[in-house]
């Protein structure tokens, strides 16, 4: 392969990149609106929010699969931007519950298509003792991203749920800055130019180590018990006698805030506590649900949410590193492809999860937070568990290289 050295044109990609994506977010601000808009039941209007995470699943796969192999990181870009920006802002034009969930489903095909664009940027053309500080930056853009687009939804939602949509079209001003800073060519690390196709001939999971599995099924898990605590904030705090979209806005722009925060910091957490990051991160986000869940007020909701957002976003990242640690550089795509449909099949579960718990007299908007806290702990000891035996293992196996000295 042709070496290309992006220089200092890599961090910037990687900043731009998450300003192409708006994700549900900054929908579930208005859900309450839309429920009564539309005519339809709170749990259904849910799926406004979490169809796109249902058609994520399918393009997850086929972008990691194909990312810097058969088009150019480029092409992928413009393709899955110029389709975001159309469908996102579909749902202002659009009357219909069922049309709006149509151009929901576009939408969501086109963010899972480019969703594994940045990390397999990164781990192609990243050294790897610069990848944890990368991946972090990466992350903090994503999350001050939502924070900005979430706080403007929030005043346009007050105009009326249909001007939420409008906040796709801002998307095409990072685009352009994208555009200019990609080579025209660029490709994975696997592949030499457009003749190649790198591994595309290998079976499609065969490229992953069968430890993947492990980590794919916790990321699931994870996603659907985080996934209620935004979901459920705009009921929660109608619950609490605060009806308003601005105040639901800004109560989840502030869980990102705190995950914004969580990825500046993300290179200090690892050379700190090392593979532990990953165990103490899943923690922090059970305490934080735990928080939210007894809330009494407002300030509280606030503060368990932030920590549980601060919590979650380092799984993420420290699950990225970990996982780079034993897959190929040129896989990393596609585990990130992989990674994502899973993630998606939580978020989208989430919604019947409330609704089964709601069936089991759990009538609360905050209960799930519980049940999702205490799933997590599990999930926590679980990884902790990994971390120790996986620990000792890579020591005894580096023990016994060793050579002999007299």
């Known amino acids: 392969m042709k070496e290309v050295n992006l220089g200092k044109r890599l961090i910037p990609i990687i900043l731009l990149l998450p300003w192409l994506s708006v994700n549900g977010t900054q929908i579930i ?13 709170e749990t259904s209007v849910k799926f ?14 086929l972008g990691g699969a194909i990312v810097g192999r058969r088009l150019s990181y480029k092409t992928h870009i ?15 034009l659009l009357n219909g519950f069922a049309l709006i969930l149509i151009s929901r489903g576009i939408f969501g095909f086109a963010m899972g298509f480019m969703s594994s664009v940045s990390s397999s940027i990164i781990f192609s053309y990243c050294p790897p003792e610069k990848r944890a500080r990368l991946v972090g930056y990466g992350m903090t853009s994503i999350y001050v991203s939502t924070v900005v687009y979430t706080l ?3 005043v346009m939602g007050n105009l009326g749920w249909r001007y939420v949509f409008l906040i796709h079209l801002p998307v095409l001003i990072p685009l352009v800055g994208v555009a200019v800073l990609l080579p025209k060519k660029l490709y994975g ?13 290998a079976r499609f999971l065969g490229r992953l180590p069968a430890l993947c599995l492990f980590f794919i099924l916790t990321s699931v898990l994870c996603h659907l018990f985080f996934h209620p605590a935004l979901n459920n904030m705009r009921f929660i705090l109608a619950e609490m006698g605060i009806d308003s979209p601005s105040t639901s806005s800004i109560v989840i722009s502030l869980n990102t805030v705190a995950a914004a925060v969580a990825g500046s910091l993300f290179g200090l957490f690892v050379r700190k506590l090392g593979r532990y990051v990953l165990p103490v991160a899943y923690g922090i986000c059970a305490v934080g649900l735990f928080i939210a869940a007894s809330a009494s007020g ?41 990674n994502m449909a899973a993630s998606c099949v939580g978020v989208f579960c989430a919604t019947p999860y409330v609704g089964l718990l709601a069936r089991l007299g759990f009538k609360s908007s905050r209960t799930p937070l519980a049940v999702s806290g205490a799933g997590i702990v599990v999930l926590t000891c679980i990884i902790l568990t990994y971390i120790i035996v996986s620990g000792r293992r890579a020591a005894a196996i580096a023990s016994a290289d060793e050579p002999v000295t007299r």
Do not use: H, W
């Not at 690390?189 to 001939?201: E, H, T, Y």
């Not at 606030?302 to 990242?317: E, L, R």
């Open 189 to 201: 690390a696997a592949v030499d130019g457009v003749k190649s196709l790198g591994g595309s001939r």
């Open 298 to 338: 407002l300030p509280q909701l606030i503060i368990g949410s932030m920590v549980a957002g601060s919590g979650f976003a380092t799984t993420s990242m420290a699950m990225l590193v970990e996982v780079g640690t034993f897959v190929p550089k040129e896989n990393m795509g596609l585990f990130s492809g992989v």
């Open 48 to 61: 406004i929010s979490t169809m796109p995470n249902l058609t994520m699943i399918a393009s997850s796969l």
């Open 29 to 41: 601000a208005v859900l309450n609106e839309m429920s009564m808009g539309l005519g339809v039941s």
């Open 78 to 92: 413009m393709i899955s931007a110029l389709l975001m920006a159309a469908s996102g802002t579909a749902p202002y």
């Open 152 to 154: 403007i939804a929030g």
